[in-house]
């Protein structure tokens, strides 16, 4: 079943047709709280955004956040965001924080993330503010590279969780994935490589001996392969914390008990429930060299459209579609 849809107002005052999902996610497709929390804000003041289909580009598609009850943010930074928690306490919205906290800084991996230790900084302070189940630790992607072997990646990883796991009731971790081709390009270029199956099982046993100290949930993202009894396959947009941090909000309690149904639109062993997520590829500039979603000159390039439209309707600062809309007098001639 799809979102509901109804007519909703443009920043130009065009009416058109939009979706009105329940979640949102913000983003898979880029880091919405490290480059664009002003725009995000924002947005949500005025009540929608313009989402951009990368294969059909000219047909825009709009979301409403008229019936926004949840926001799932993913991000690898997201202090830009921290001065603006209360604003979304105070507009009543269940949010949680998939974080991603990896070290790959010697690697020249991440060149765009701030150093280890602000973002840990970091992740305390939001699961000070939010508590530990809103603030999820994500270790992904994994992978290995000629100078980086398993001990010193799993010591890297106990570093870390030595520092948050008393922030966090979860451990979620993925294997970098060189079927995409434009990661395939750069694992070439940078040497990176995915883990087979043997090394697999050796980095699930190090995370396992490891969190016998940590007492995390440990789970695997979008993966079918059972590693370990102590290892669950994550819900990343997860119903079941959904209801267990949101059980105030009764329309979100009625909405999961309708629709709490794996999401179709993503990949086949990904277990996330339905949302819609408002972010763009092309967009994210932390430059990490093993990402799918973005292509980092375009990135840069859309960066400087979001500075000279910072408050657009869409992430990237394009205008809206005028060409498709005629205004006639005192008339407004309906985009559907």
Same mark, same amino acid.
């Given at each position: 079943m799809s979102e509901p849809k109804r007519p909703i107002l443009t920043d130009d005052g065009y009416q058109v047709s939009a979706s009105c999902p329940v979640i949102i996610s913000a983003s898979r497709a880029t880091d919405i709280?490290?480059?664009?929390?002003?725009?995000?804000?924002?947005?949500?003041?005025?009540?929608?955004?313009?989402?951009?289909?990368?294969?059909?580009p000219a047909l825009p598609y709009y979301v409403s956040f008229e019936d926004t009850r949840a926001i799932v943010f993913w991000s690898k930074n997201p202090a830009p965001l921290l001065p603006y928690l209360h604003y979304l306490d105070t507009r009543g919205y269940v949010y949680y924080?998939?974080?991603?906290?990896?070290?790959?800084?010697?690697?020249?991996?991440?060149?765009?993330?701030?150093?280890?230790?602000?973002?840990?900084?970091?992740?305390?302070?939001?699961s000070e503010r939010l508590g530990r189940d809103r603030v999820i630790w994500r270790f992904d992607p994994i992978l290995l590279t000629p100078s980086l072997d398993m001990p010193t990646l799993l010591s890297r990883i106990r570093t870390i969780g030595d520092s948050v796991s008393a922030y966090t009731n979860k451990f979620v971790f993925s294997f970098v994935d060189t079927s995409y081709a434009k990661v395939k390009k750069q694992a070439a270029i940078w040497q990176f490589r995915t883990l087979n199956q043997e090394e *697999? #099982?050796?980095?699930?046993?190090?995370?396992?001996?490891? !969190?016998?100290?940590?007492?995390?949930?440990?789970?695997?993202c979008a993966d079918e392969a059972i590693y370990h009894p102590a290892v669950d396959h994550n819900k990343c947009i997860d119903d079941v914390l959904l209801r267990r941090i949101g059980q105030h909000d009764s329309a979100l309690m009625r909405?999961?008990?309708r629709f709490s149904e794996k999401d179709r639109g993503q990949r086949p062993a990904c277990r996330c429930i339905r949302s819609k997520d408002i972010g763009?590829?092309?967009?994210?500039?932390?430059?990490?060299?093993?990402?799918?979603?973005?292509?980092?000159? *375009? #990135?840069?390039?859309?960066?400087?459209?979001?500075?000279? !439209?910072?408050?657009?309707?869409?992430?990237?600062?394009?205008?809206?579609?005028?060409?498709?809309?005629?205004?006639?007098?005192?008339?407004?001639?309906?985009?559907?």
């Open positions: 709280p490290a480059y664009y929390a002003d725009w995000f804000i924002h947005r949500l003041e005025k009540g929608y955004v313009r989402w951009i289909n990368r294969y059909h924080f998939q974080f991603t906290l990896t070290d790959y800084g010697l690697e020249g991996l991440e060149p765009g993330l701030p150093p280890l230790h602000e973002r840990v900084s970091t992740f305390i302070k939001l *697999r #099982a050796e980095f699930v046993r190090g995370i396992v001996r490891m !969190n016998q100290t940590w007492n995390l949930s440990l789970a695997s909405y999961l008990d763009q590829y092309d967009t994210c500039l932390h430059g990490c060299v093993y990402c799918y979603a973005t292509d980092h000159e *375009r #990135a840069r390039i859309h960066a400087e459209k979001h500075t000279e !439209n910072p408050r657009a309707d869409t992430i990237t600062g394009e205008m809206g579609p005028m060409l498709s809309l005629r205004r006639t007098g005192n008339d407004i001639q309906t985009y559907l």
